[in-house]
């Protein structure tokens, strides 16, 4: 159940950056003459949500889960999030950055295994 709740902290934390990047990109950007509006916008807010919900959740995996090995599992949120960048905002992503997802993933598996 643990590394449900783990798996679940991981998948709002990249739902919260991407609907950092919708709100963002909703705002034409942050400057001086928008910060107010951009930090109160519906995305921005709902991604602050996520992000609250996530951290409730984190401290329930570390209640359940040793450190050294919750944390470095949290690592797999950057591989999600290349993915996501990928698949949701079509960006380009070059190998090495997909080297470095397959990295992340195996790394994970070596940590996880018992």
Same mark, same amino acid.
């Given at each position: 159940?643990?590394?449900?709740? #783990? &798996?679940?902290?991981? *998948? $709002? !934390?990249?739902?919260?950056?991407?609907?950092?990047?919708? +709100? @963002?990109?909703?705002?034409?950007?942050?400057?001086?003459?928008?910060?107010?509006?951009? #930090? &109160?916008?519906?995305? *921005? $807010? !709902?991604?602050?949500?996520?992000?609250?919900?996530?951290? +409730? @959740?984190?401290?329930?995996?570390?209640?359940?889960?040793?450190?050294?090995?919750?944390?470095?599992?949290?690592?797999?949120?950057?591989?999600?999030?290349?993915?996501?960048?990928?698949?949701?905002?079509?960006?380009?992503?070059?190998?090495?950055?997909?080297?470095?997802?397959?990295?992340?993933?195996?790394?994970?598996?070596?940590?996880?295994?018992?």
């Amino acid at each position: 159940m643990a590394y449900f709740i #783990l &798996f679940l902290n991981i *998948i $709002l !934390l990249v739902s919260g950056q991407l609907v950092w990047k919708i +709100g @963002l990109q909703q705002q034409g950007g942050i400057h001086l003459g928008n910060l107010l509006s951009v #930090l &109160f916008s519906p995305m *921005i $807010l !709902l991604g602050m949500m996520f992000y609250g919900l996530a951290t +409730g @959740l984190w401290f329930i995996v570390l209640s359940r889960l040793p450190l050294s090995l919750a944390y470095p599992l949290q690592s797999l949120a950057y591989a999600i999030g290349i993915v996501a960048a990928w698949y949701f905002f079509g960006e380009s992503v070059p190998l090495n950055r997909w080297i470095g997802v397959g990295v992340i993933v195996m790394g994970a598996v070596i940590i996880a295994a018992k």
